[in-house]
């Protein structure tokens, strides 16, 4: 499906550790690769565009779109509605009969693209009689409307556009991100919508009655029990050199305040890197991240002894105390599997007001992880969603055993239609269902 073998490590750390600070509180600890997740993209694109408030071509910085510092945008980012769950059975015939449609739209020359302009209420000229056929082609703009006028049908079709593919809902085109969505190819669309029928085939028809989904594609976690969604979260997913993996497994313990244990690839990649930069400056990297260090046999290393230049530091197994920087927030939810990867919270919040959160080394960061806890630890008795917020509060460290078994399953669906016919696109950032091609990883 998409890579799989991955060596979990939170960019949280990663982040901080490329800031030249050496005062952690004023990013979080360890977020040192908190605006890095674009510089891999496809042809070095960042996710912004010049003149509308975004990073400059090939960056490799997000800075987040005009619209996503809006309180209520970022409201609408951060707490999705519940809606209907990814994996369900219902959502197989749909997908068929989207895979249907877009086959004539295919057949038929597929839609126009829409130049990269901003265009809004009152807007007029030819770009908009591109954007009123592309929109009429997809079946977002119906009824009556004005050729060449952005006019209140054209925000709602803009609007209805954008929810679809998990975009603000605006109704105005002021940022990149919806830009690219429209003119992402109707071939594509089609390829996602093929490959996706093939994995909801394969795991809808077999989920349990209770579960935790990641849809990877989404950046987004649902509770699911009884065929309905509890609760959904945002959530910061793996990015592209450092994927999160395809997998089924069932949650096994959540640990309250836990240590975290820093990979072996973090180290040798960023952590020793960072020690270097703090030993010329005279300074001691792990009393300001708060970390201990062990030999291979599991005996303490006096800080002052570490030759961060030498070869033996990277032999070296540090770990983190819980504290309110912790890389891992103060939960942390487990389950078996082969890619050691994990579900958490993070200090590091303001990630999740962001449209596009493929920023992790593969594990999965959650916003509200609190709610979902309380739901996981539902029949553990006097582990109600008080009793977690005060875990979060005192610091207290804590390893709960799951009391009644909930499965979690970890997939890759970019597109898939619902029973309402809506149908949804996601970006294939791993370009998975779309091999070659750079433009459904744009978004």
């Given at each position: 499906?998409?890579?799989t ?21 004023h ?77 004539a ?8 693209m ?21 929109l ?20 709602m ?77 945002a ?115 303001s ?31 006097g ?40 149908v949804?696109?996601r ?17």
């Amino acid at each position: 499906m998409f890579k799989t073998g991955v060596v979990c490590a939170t960019t949280v750390l990663a982040a901080t550790l490329l800031l030249s600070t050496a005062q952690p509180s004023h990013a979080g600890l360890f977020s040192w690769l908190k605006g890095d997740n674009n510089q891999n993209a496809p042809g070095g694109r960042s996710y912004g565009a010049p003149g509308w408030g975004n990073s400059q071509p090939g960056s490799g910085t997000h800075q987040a779109p005009p619209e996503e510092g809006n309180p209520q945008t970022r409201a609408w980012i951060t707490n999705p509605a519940p809606g209907i769950p990814t994996l369900t059975t219902r959502n197989i015939e749909a997908t068929k009969a989207a895979i249907e449609r877009y086959r004539a739209i295919v057949a038929q020359g597929g839609w126009p693209m829409v130049p990269a302009s901003v265009m809004k209420p009152g807007s007029r000229g030819q770009e908009i009689v591109t954007l009123h056929r592309r929109l009429e082609i997809s079946g977002d703009l119906t009824g009556q409307s004005i050729p060449d006028e952005y006019d209140q049908a054209v925000v709602m079709a803009v609007k209805k556009f954008q929810a679809r593919h998990n975009l603000p809902p605006t109704g105005v085109i002021d940022s990149r991100s919806t830009i690219d969505a429209l003119n992402v190819p109707a071939t594509v669309r089609l390829a996602q919508l093929q490959a996706s029928l093939k994995r909801l085939q394969t795991l809808a028809p077999g989920v349990a009655n209770r579960y935790v989904l990641v849809n990877v594609p989404s950046a987004q976690v649902e509770a699911v029990e009884g065929g309905q969604v509890i609760s959904r979260h945002a959530a910061v997913v793996g990015k592209i050199e450092r994927p999160t993996p395809a997998l089924s497994s069932k949650v096994s313990e959540i640990n309250f305040n836990p240590y975290w244990h820093v990979p072996r690839s973090i180290i040798q990649k960023d952590l020793v890197p960072k020690g270097q930069e703090f030993a010329n400056r005279g300074q001691d990297m792990l009393a300001a991240y708060r970390m201990q260090v062990f030999t291979p046999s599991g005996q303490p290393v006096d800080p002052r002894s570490i030759d961060w230049f030498g070869p033996e530091v990277y032999t070296y197994n540090f770990r983190q105390l819980p504290w309110e920087e912790n890389s891992l927030g103060f939960v942390k939810i487990n389950f078996p599997n082969k890619d050691a990867v994990y579900m958490h919270d993070t200090p590091l919040k303001s990630l999740f007001g962001r449209s596009v959160r493929f920023e992790s080394s593969g594990c999965v960061r959650i916003h509200n992880v609190e709610q979902l806890v309380a739901w996981i630890l539902g029949d553990n008795p006097g582990w109600d969603q008080q009793r977690i917020m005060s875990m979060k509060s005192s610091g207290q460290q804590a390893d709960v055993k799951v009391a009644k078994s909930i499965a979690v399953y970890f997939t890759y669906i970019s597109a898939w239609s619902t029973p309402d016919g809506v149908v949804h696109f996601r970006p294939d950032i791993y370009n998975t269902d779309t091999p070659g091609e750079t433009t459904a990883s744009a978004y």
